[in-house]
Each structure stands twice: as structure tokens, then as C-alpha cells.
């Protein structure tokens, strides 16, 4: 796991469990290590290329969505590890959803490229979704929609969710995948 610092940084998980850093996503291809990221009402998601034998492990929040850090994830896979991306298989985990997400114009604004038809109401305050904020950057960045699959609970409705939001507290959700060995 890594300290997650609500950055874009990625870091490659190493031989052992452990904590290895600061950042907000891990890659890792060894066999028998899982890579998790903890959230409440950010946005958790899993990645696997199952000919590469990689992994990836992402926690979103609306820093992360808009420092685009599952498409640089994605990259990271190509890059390092010869992903095809067409060939990944993304799971989006369960964050605040529109419905709940209420944000300020100066986060709003940093959304305009993702959400081009809102053109008009990004300048002020509004609802966020970071799921479909990041299903499509996760798209553009060439998985095809088939093989994204998203949970669509909203954190904050669903009590069976820790909600920073609601809850105020130090409760906190894992999603974790890794290579059988
Ligand atoms: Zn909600």
C-alpha cells in the first residue's frame, strides 16, 4: 500500500507487503503481492492485463481525477510493461457519486475538459461524478468499454459504505488485486 497523498504519482510495488511511499497508485507484477488502495467516498479502482500478468491498484479523489491519474496508470502499464490497453480489464469501485458530490467552481472548473457538454455550469458550484469522470479518461485512454466494469453505488446513500462525508470518521473501505502465484 502506499501513503496516498491525493497526488497523480505512481509507484511500483516491490517484493513484500508493506507500505512504499507516497502516492495513489501501485503497479506490480509480482506474483503473490496484492496492491490496495483505502478510500470513503473516493473513487478505488482495479486494473489487470491478463496477458502481461500486471496489476494496478488506484485511489481517486477529485485531485487524483483531475491530475488524470488512472490515464497515466494505464500509460504506466503500457510503458513499463508492454500493456496493450485494449487487452486491460478495469473494475471502478464505489465513491460519492453526482448525487452527493457537491463541489465548489474551483474544483468544478478543473473538470471542463472531461465534461465538455457542462460546459455552462462547471463554473460554478455543482455536482460531481468522478466514476464517469474516469470511465472516460479510462476510455480515451484505449479500454474499450466492455471490459470497464463499474459498482454504481454512491458511498454517501449506501450505509454499507464508509462516507468520509457523512461520517466524519477514520472508517475506511480496501480494494486490493494481485497475481496468484
Ligand atoms: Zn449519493
Redesign the pocket.
Known amino acids: 500500500m502506499a501513503k496516498q497523498v491525493h497526488s497523480d504519482r505512481i509507484l511500483r510495488a516491490g517484493e513484500s507487503a508493506g507500505y512504499i511511499g507516497e502516492g495513489d497508485a501501485l503497479v506490480s507484477n509480482n506474483a503473490g503481492i496484492y496492491v490496495g488502495v483505502r478510500t470513503a467516498d473516493c473513487q478505488p479502482i482495479l486494473i489487470v492485463d491478463p496477458d502481461r500478468r500486471v496489476v494496478a491498484a488506484i485511489h481517486a479523489g477529485w485531485r487524483g481525477t483531475a491530475a488524470r491519474i488512472a490515464a497515466k496508470a494505464v500509460g504506466r502499464l503500457r510503458r513499463d510493461f508492454g500493456s496493450d490497453s485494449t487487452r486491460l480489464v478495469v473494475a471502478i469501485g464505489p465513491c ?6 457537491e463541489v465548489g467552481p474551483e474544483v468544478a472548473i478543473q473538470f471542463k475538459e472531461l465534461f465538455p457538454e457542462r460546459d455552462g455550469e462547471l463554473g460554478k458550484k455543482t455536482h460531481l461524478d468522478l466514476t464517469e469522470a474516469n470511465r472516460r479518461q479510462i476510455a480515451a485512454a484505449g479500454v474499450p468499454d466492455r471490459n470497464i466494469h463499474i459498482v454504481p453505488l ?5 450505509n454499507e459504505f464508509h462516507s468520509y462525508r457523512r461520517d466524519k470518521d477514520k472508517g475506511r473501505m480496501v480494494s486490493a488485486i494481485g497475481i496468484i502465484g
Open positions: 460519492i457519486r453526482a448525487c452527493c458530490f454512491c458511498t454517501f446513500c449506501s
